[in-house]
């Protein structure tokens, strides 16, 4: 799935996390609100069992987020 959020053109760090059955991939992405809908898109697609959760950010300074023009 990682391939496929990157060529989406997204940006993520990628970490192994456990899971109730194992080691479980976790990706972490930061994306405007409304480029959210094409991300779950995009997941969905490659795995339709996999777990997802959002959160808004509070601040963020630094990077880039896709959806967004300028970095910030």
Do not use: N, W
Not at 3 to 28: C, I, M, N, S
């Amino acid at each position: 799935m990682e391939a496929e959020v990157l060529e989406a053109g997204f940006a993520l760090a990628h970490y192994t996390g456990t899971g109730r059955d194992g080691p479980a991939d976790v990706l972490d992405v930061v994306c405007s609100a409304e480029a959210l809908r094409r991300l779950t898109d995009v997941v969905t697609h490659v795995d339709p069992k996999a777990s997802l959760y959002t959160q808004e950010l509070a601040g963020l300074r630094g990077g880039s987020i896709y959806g967004l023009k300028s970095k910030i």
